[in-house]
């Protein structure tokens, strides 16, 4: 199915995972509703590339389309299992994945930060990211890349406790209207079988290929 004002933005094939208290599913344009806590949240919106709350419901609907749909989009929905909302669904506390490989990225709904619902979350996306994601030898990756704005300590914690390394600060190269220009620091995590070090991307190696080479984060 495609979106009607898009063709080439198609609804991606149907995933989900679930660990002890969430479960993980692909981003549907429906999921708007439950992404408003996060989206209108200045704590949260601060660290995105929108640096500000998005309260109005156009610019909402082309911010989440511009991040779930695509063929090739992995974007979750991150449910909290025996939850439910006032329309009695589960409750979506997160928002997490990639719609460019290789880089991840995600946003957790404020009213529940720090009960380790990212780091759960992001142990069950990378191999599953990993499984999706073509390999270097197919034309794509051998790494999963998160940038995040310079001082984001938080997402770096949860990074680091999921394996990520940190490998790079590139300089005033991503700009918001909260912080106006700033540095994004980088992670990266090697496929299962690889190291960061054989590929290259490590900080004091220089070696990865222009295609490889990080991007300002835009989640
Ligand atoms: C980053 C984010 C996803 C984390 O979600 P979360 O569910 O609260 O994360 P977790 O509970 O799994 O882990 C948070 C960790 O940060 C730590 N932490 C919390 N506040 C901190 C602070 N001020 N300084 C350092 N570490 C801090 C917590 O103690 C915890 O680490 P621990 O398990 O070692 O104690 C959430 O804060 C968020 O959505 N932030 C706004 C959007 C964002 O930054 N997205 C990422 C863009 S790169």
């Not at 933005?9 to 992404?35: C, I, M, N, Q």
């Not at 200045?42 to 909402?60: L, Y």
């Not at 142990?123 to 790494?143: C, H, I, K, N, T």
């Not at 394996?163 to 496929?191: H, M, P």
């Amino acid at each position: 199915m495609a979106d009607p004002g898009n063709p080439n933005l198609e609804v991606p094939v149907f995933f989900e995972v679930e660990t002890e208290r969430l479960r993980l599913r692909t981003a549907y344009l429906s999921d708007a509703k439950g992404y408003a806590p996060m989206m209108t949240s200045p704590e949260v919106m601060q660290w995105t590339s929108a640096g500000v709350p998005i309260t109005d419901v156009d610019v909402a609907e082309q911010w989440i389309k511009a991040r779930v749909l695509g063929r090739d989009t992995f974007k979750l929905s991150v449910e909290l299992k025996g939850s439910l909302d006032d329309s009695r669904q589960p409750e979506i506390i997160g928002m997490m994945g990639s719609d460019h490989w290789p880089e991840i990225g995600y946003i957790f709904h404020p009213g529940h930060f720090n009960k380790g619902y990212a780091t759960e979350a992001l142990r069950a996306l990378v191999p599953a990211a990993f499984e999706r994601m073509p390999s270097a030898e197919q034309g794509g990756y051998d790494f999963l890349l998160a940038g995040t704005i310079k001082g984001n300590t938080v997402s770096g914690r949860v990074l680091e406790k999921v394996g990520f390394t940190e490998c790079e600060t590139t300089l005033q190269d991503f700009e918001n209207s909260f912080f106006g220009k700033c540095d994004s620091v980088w992670y990266r995590i090697a496929r299962p079988g690889k190291t960061l070090e054989e590929l290259g991307v490590l900080p004091g190696t220089s070696s990865a290929k222009d295609g490889e080479l990080p991007v300002p984060p835009i989640q």
